[in-house]
């Protein structure tokens, strides 16, 4: 079977492998039944915040674990509004000088009317992401159960439901196979049978109340528990068939919607297979199923996308052949290759903080209720753990890569369109994947860029009058790159810049040829654009950027519209020195990179203003800016994720970060407050770091399955609360190892294992009193890790068998 991409399954594997060795682990399957890697409940959920994800890339699915009705609520990752189109301004070209002479003299208003008039993306917005609907189990007889649980194992990547009552005991299991393609549900009764239909709804438009946008607003849980909790089933939407496909199986075929006046280009096909011991009958109202004492659904879906510009595939055809190649296999062995698969990849890293016993004993949503204390150490290991089921399970070679909200989505009007934000979301999400031991999950964001990079290069001719390629601050699934929204958020070009630099990160991590000749060609493109559209600043201060934003905060002239904001000039440093970088490695043009190189040096340097701030703006504008509080902080990209401004480097332009900081307040959204809790532990400061997670892993911005609360639900913010977790106890910058750099006194002894560092490194840490104990570094051998333990500075050399050990007394 061919990927997305076109790409055979072993061609995908080949491709991942290129990009990182899977790890070993210990027997596929067998779970440590550790707290730390379980979700769990004592009630069904409620709201989709209260079901549980499972997911393999491609197809993802939120389990509810409903009693009386099983609610599935599915989506497909390539299922998206639109269909190919150009959104470059042909007017921008022209209007491109007078906007920059505009900015010059400081007539902000009238260049932000100018470019809202002339430089931006027609339509103004993008294609948001959709929804495959609903598949409804509603049961005959249900009645209120006895010992409820349901539970999400993430080393097993199974969500389970068992309840009893009457002498009767159900169960089911529900996981998303990569190797199959295929979600499975498996129902099973001892002492009674299973007897219910089954119907499919077609997504709704979710409308997201607008107080839930508020910043650091407490998302609502359930408050009491229906047991018996029914939903209607909808009258399919026009365009959408339901109809048997044989006798067990139900077909659901339809297309996509037309969006901002993009038509609709997609056609979808959902299929379920019933398989059992008891009557199923297939018709146009769905299955029947009667009698029955264990039951496996096998649900396949598929779209006709092949890519950005081909949308060829035939979706029936998909499904059908998948459905007819996992209902030749029994359930046990559906199980095996998933489990396997999943471990594969989950086992590959560890994390001990400590344990609050009596915390632990608590289902999931009560732990999450009382975790701005502080004092469940297990949960902080527990949420970076979950970020890692998440990822598996939303970004696999061949597959999109994780949006807004990573693949599950409720409607077809998600919040921002659950889109590639990529001015810190989608940089963001991908974080924690390569020092977490999942570099393999990075491929869909390096195809993206590959892909972006095409329209990027129409863009940056049509509207710049420049070579290379640029993206603003959002994308799609077909990959459009000009500005949106509105100049105020969208006139922002160094989303690709961004994406470059995140895959220049990645990979750092593996260090293969193969791989950073493949990015190359991207580096280059973006830095070729930059070469051509960087300016003079008027006042001598360097090369710039204009016109540009820093991102979504207003300066106090009533605009955000500006000349050469800090983390453009930050982030282009990076770019610049990445491509020198890459270019030396694999022999390219050196006088181009010498070029290169003289023009990173000419641009305009961080400054640091008169409260003693790093500055926002190349003016001294922070005090003025009418809001001080702002969820961005995009002026300290130099210190994290980049390493540019550091403690060891640049200790004043440290000690302005943390004035900038502490002005801007330590929570705000889920991502923004995740953000800060990784500055505060690149810059050393643990216990700051600590109350900061404290304050993500609560209620306010955790919901009780414990997807990240902006609010609403964007993954970002798990994710990067995961990375800061890590970067609490390891760091890999500045050619160092840094040993628990930022650990708060409430970790005072802990583990880590599994943890990967620039340059190749596999990291295993044990500490006692604060202090590490114990150090194993798996690596090339014959080569030297400068490595940094406090106040201790020492190299560790690799032996011939790899690796490098330590222990201290």
Request: charged share 20%; aromatic share 8%; proline share 6%.
């Amino acid at each position: 079977m061919k990927t997305a991409d076109g790409l055979t399954r072993r061609e995908t594997l080949a491709t991942g492998l290129a990009l990182g060795a899977l790890p070993a682990v210990a027997a596929a399957g067998t779970s440590t039944g550790h707290k730390d890697e379980m979700l769990w409940y004592r009630q069904p959920a409620g709201a989709w915040t209260e079901a549980l994800p499972v997911g393999n890339g491609r197809l993802g699915a939120m389990v509810f674990g409903r009693v009386a009705q099983e609610r599935l609520q599915l989506n497909s990752d390539t299922l998206w509004a639109g269909s190919p189109y150009d959104p470059d301004n042909p007017a921008a070209l022209a209007a491109l000088p007078q906007v920059r002479a505009l900015l010059a003299a400081g007539r902000y208003k009238d260049a932000t009317d100018l470019a809202s008039a002339k430089l931006m993306a027609k339509p103004l917005s993008q294609m948001p992401y959709g929804a495959l609907g609903d598949l409804l189990l509603t049961f005959v007889d249900a009645r209120q159960p006895d010992d409820y649980r349901r539970a999400l194992d993430l080393t097993s990547g199974i969500a389970t439901t068992t309840y009893g009552g009457g002498g009767k005991r159900y169960a089911r299991e529900v996981f998303a196979s990569e190797p199959d393609q295929v979600i499975v549900l498996r129902l099973t009764a001892e002492g009674g049978t299973l007897d219910f239909d089954l119907a499919y709804r077609g997504p709704r438009k979710v409308a997201v109340p607008r107080e839930q946008f508020v910043e650091g607003a407490a998302p609502a849980a359930t408050a009491t528990t229906d047991w018996l909790q029914r939903e209607t089933t909808e009258p399919a939407r026009p365009g959408v068939t339901v109809a048997a496909d044989g006798t067990d199986a139900m077909l659901v075929t339809g297309r996509n919607e037309a969006s901002d006046g993009i038509a609709a280009g997609l056609t979808y096909a959902l299929r379920v297979i019933a398989q059992g011991d008891g009557r199923i009958v297939a018709s146009a109202a769905g299955i029947t199923v009667r009698s029955a004492r264990q039951v496996t659904l096998l649900i396949a879906a598929a779209t006709s996308y092949r890519g950005p510009t081909d949308q060829s595939a035939d979706p029936v055809a998909l499904v059908r052949s998948v459905g007819a190649a996992s209902a030749a296999k029994s359930y046990e062995a559906l199980r095996r290759a998933h489990v396997a698969d999943h471990a594969a990849l989950f086992g590959g890293m560890t994390i001990d903080l400590g344990r609050n016993p009596a915390a632990a004993a608590l289902p999931t949503d009560r732990r999450i209720a009382a975790g701005e204390g502080g004092t469940d150490p297990g949960l902080a290991a527990l949420y970076l753990q979950y970020a890692r089921y998440l990822m598996i399970a939303s970004s696999r070679p061949g597959t999109q890569p994780a949006n807004l909200q990573g693949i599950w989505n409720e409607g077809t009007s998600p919040p921002w369109g659950s889109k590639y934000t990529i001015n810190i979301n989608t940089e963001m999400n991908y974080w924690p994947a390569d020092p977490a031991g999942l570099g393999l999950c990075v491929e869909p964001l390096l195809r993206m860029t590959e892909e972006l990079a095409v329209t990027g290069a129409r863009t940056a001719r049509a509207m710049y009058g420049a070579g290379g390629w640029v993206a603003h601050h959002n994308t799609d699934l077909w990959r459009a790159s000009a500005p949106i929204d509105g100049p105020l958020w969208g006139l922002w070009p160094c989303g690709g810049a961004w994406l470059c630099n995140t895959l220049f990160t990645h990979w750092d991590h593996h260090r293969t040829d193969a791989l950073l000749g493949r990015l190359y060609s991207l580096l280059a493109g973006a830095t070729r654009f930059f070469l051509d559209t960087l300016i003079e600043d008027p006042k001598g201060r360097g090369l710039v950027t204009s016109p540009s934003v820093s991102p979504e905060n207003l300066h106090p002239f009533g605009s955000s519209l500006c000349v050469g904001p800090a983390m453009d000039r930050q982030i282009i440093r990076d770019l610049f020195a990445n491509t020198v970088a890459a270019g030396k490695r694999l022999g390219r043009n050196a006088a181009w990179l010498k070029t290169v190189a003289a023009a990173r040096a000419r641009i305009a340097p961080d400054r640091i203003g008169a409260q003693g701030q790093l500055q926002e703006w190349l003016e001294d504008w922070d005090e003025q800016a009418p809001d001080p509080h702002h969820r961005h902080v995009s002026h300290l990209y130099a210190v994290y994720p980049s390493g540019q401004i550091n403690v060891r480097d640049t200790p004043e332009l440290i000690e302005a970060a943390k004035v900038t900081l502490r002005r801007r307040g330590d929570l705000s959204t889920g991502w923004a407050t995740a953000w800060r809790l990784c500055l505060w532990a690149r810059m050393g400061e643990g216990d700051h770091a600590h109350e900061i997670l404290n304050g993500l892993l609560g209620p306010k911005r955790t919901y009780p399955n414990m997807f990240d609360a902006h609010p609403p639900f964007q993954i970002d913010g798990n994710f990067g609360g995961a990375a800061g977790i890590m970067e609490m106890l390891l760091q890999s910058w500045g050619d160092t190892l840094h040993l628990l750099p930022a650990l708060p006194s409430a970790w005072p002894d802990g583990a880590i294992t599994g943890f990967r560092a620039r340059g190749g490194l596999r990291v295993d840490l044990t500490w006692r009193q604060g202090r590490p104990q114990a150090l194993t570094i798996r690596g090339p051998a014959g080569s030297t890790v400068a490595v940094q333990a406090g106040k201790e500075s020492f190299t560790a050399r690799i032996g011939a068998a790899g690796q490098y050990r330590r222990r201290w007394a």
